[in-house]
């Protein structure tokens, strides 16, 4: 089955910085690339996504990059604000969806 | 409003006593999931069912049970609950699989 590892486990930035979180997958036939957020005590929701035919994706502040023949994926944030602190989690879905182990990043002010 | 609704959100029992956490979507979707999340493993999979009366096992279905008798809901059922059980569990459904997986609201659940 999918195996998605995720890194760092913990990113601590300033506020203003950029952040990147990587993650790889194991499965060729995976073809969805979402990245959930997850606020202290809530649930995750997603924030951006990917699928297998696009390499890059951007919303606003956030981008995401997929590299098919690596298997590898990312998430880029700029100018990092506060709120932006959470819990992040990667995912690769083909057959089923796995979820990497997630990031904690924590944006000071 | 779209939503998925989990019950209980925080559960406590003793070790060996039955309990069904609940899950309901009133977004017709097909596919509906369980997931636990400990510390520093992230969302593990125990269940996931792509229609009405199918279900396949995940990552962790060791010492769980679901059932998808209706489109709406997909209970999971501990028959035996044991302390290493003691997680938090998020219900998920989508519309397809490979789309945006919506969560409940977690439920809390302490096994001693």
């Known amino acids: 089955g999918e195996n998605v590892e995720q890194h760092p486990s913990t990113l601590s930035v300033q506020e203003g910085d950029s952040a990147v979180i990587k993650c790889t997958y194991s499965?060729?036939?995976?073809?969805?690339f979402p990245w959930y957020k997850q606020e202290l005590g809530k649930r995750p929701q997603l924030i951006i996504d990917i699928r297998s035919n696009v390499g890059e994706k951007k919303d606003q502040r956030i981008a995401v990059t997929l590299n098919k023949t690596a298997k590898h994926f990312s998430l880029h944030i700029t100018e990092t604000q506060p709120e932006d602190s959470a819990v992040y989690f990667c995912a690769a879905s083909g057959h089923d969806m796995r979820f990497g182990a997630g990031t904690r990043l924590t944006v000071k002010p | 409003e779209a939503q998925v609704t989990q019950n209980p959100r925080y559960l406590i029992t003793v070790t060996g006593k039955k309990l069904t956490v609940t899950c309901s979507q009133n977004?017709?979707?097909?596919?509906m999931s369980w997931y636990r999340q400990d510390p520093g493993l992230g969302l593990r999979q125990i269940y996931y069912s792509m229609n009405v009366e199918v279900t396949d096992k995940g990552d962790v279905p060791e010492g769980y049970k679901v059932s998808r008798k209706e489109k709406r809901n997909f209970p999971l059922i501990l028959e035996s609950p044991s302390p290493n059980q003691t997680s938090l569990y998020f219900c998920?459904?989508?519309?397809?699989?490979?789309?945006?997986?919506?969560f409940g609201q977690g439920t809390r659940l302490t096994v001693v």
């Open positions: 977004m017709n979707h097909e596919y």
């Open positions: 499965d060729s036939a995976s073809n969805y």
């Open positions: 998920a459904s989508s519309g397809a699989l490979n789309t945006e997986a919506f």
